[in-house]
């Protein structure tokens, strides 16, 4: 039995009450989690001290990747940088669309390596890295859609970002303002559920709290019929998910939002990801998209 046969790990949709979901084969690029550790703090979630399984942490990791691939989507590893503990977190390395890809500056001192080695890494694997100007985190803050990019702003990514990640990608860019620091990138507080660029129009799940009165009013114009996520699950991490327009990959205690996620359709695949979760990471964090 494989892991995904295993009912534990996926929950049938119910086809009598929603149309069945289409999977689009994906390319994500991750790097394990060798030196994973909370010795700092720079988002709500991370106490320093906690105490830190890591052998757990690659265990949990390690599935994520096999998940992936029983799927049927590619997953390139890149080496950890010592000294680096958030590498995990492949999301935030950079953006890309295409041929285009848009290299991260991070906010923080303590994971401003981490830009200069994803870079090195994509462009020796032929992408074309524009090296910011401005203050961005990847795919932590850019959710790339069919026809546009959402943008998050207000902890971590500049709003002058969006303006040059819209050059840089050749796609028009949505700002979205986040306003609760428990949701400090847009990607743990909306979800792309569908991106649009197959025979479905693109869906996402969001949670309100985590954003203006302005950005949610763009929201509901934009997605009518977004799902909105309670935020018990929004704090699990829910939001910080992973699909490929039918299955979604999530943590395992947004136990409420797979039931959401059944209904709509599509089949959730909730795992364990607890000792990345010390960090403020889940599997979207884990996973940076390689957009075609």
Not at 165 to 174: H, S, T, W
Not at 253 to 280: F, M, N
């Amino acid at each position: 039995m494989t892991l995904l046969d295993s009912p534990s790990y996926v929950v049938s949709p119910d086809t009598s009450r929603a149309p069945l979901r289409t999977a689009r084969t994906r390319s994500y690029a991750m790097c394990a989690p060798e030196h994973f550790a909370v010795e700092y703090a720079i988002n709500p979630w991370m106490h320093p001290g906690i105490a830190v399984d890591r052998d757990r942490a690659l265990e949990q990791w390690a599935t994520l990747v096999q998940t992936y691939r029983t799927l049927g989507h590619r997953v390139d590893v890149a080496p950890a940088l010592p000294g680096q503990p958030d590498m995990v977190f492949a999301a935030n390395g950079a953006t890309t669309v295409g041929d285009r890809t848009y290299g991260a500056m991070f906010r923080h001192e303590e994971r401003r390596a981490e830009a200069g080695a994803w870079a090195e890494w994509l462009t020796e694997r032929g992408h074309d890295v524009t090296r910011p100007v401005q203050t961005n985190e990847g795919e932590g803050d850019f959710l790339v859609l069919g026809s546009m990019v959402l943008a998050g702003t207000g902890f971590r990514t500049s709003i002058a970002a969006h303006v040059e990640a819209q050059q840089v990608l050749d796609r028009p860019v949505v700002s979205l303002e986040l306003v609760d620091p428990r949701f400090y990138h847009l990607d743990t507080a909306l979800a792309v559920l569908d991106d649009g660029n197959g025979e479905a129009p693109a869906d996402v799940a969001y949670v309100r709290r985590a954003f203006s009165r302005h950005s949610l009013r763009t929201l509901r114009q934009l997605f009518p019929d977004a799902l909105e996520v309670d935020e018990a699950d929004a704090l699990a991490l829910g939001l910080n998910a992973v699909s490929d327009g039918r299955h979604v990959v999530l943590p395992v205690q947004a136990r409420g939002l797979a039931e959401q996620l059944d209904t709509r359709g599509y089949v959730p695949v909730p795992l364990d990801v607890s000792e990345l979760l010390k960090a403020g990471g889940s599997v979207k964090c884990c996973t940076m998209e390689l957009h075609a």
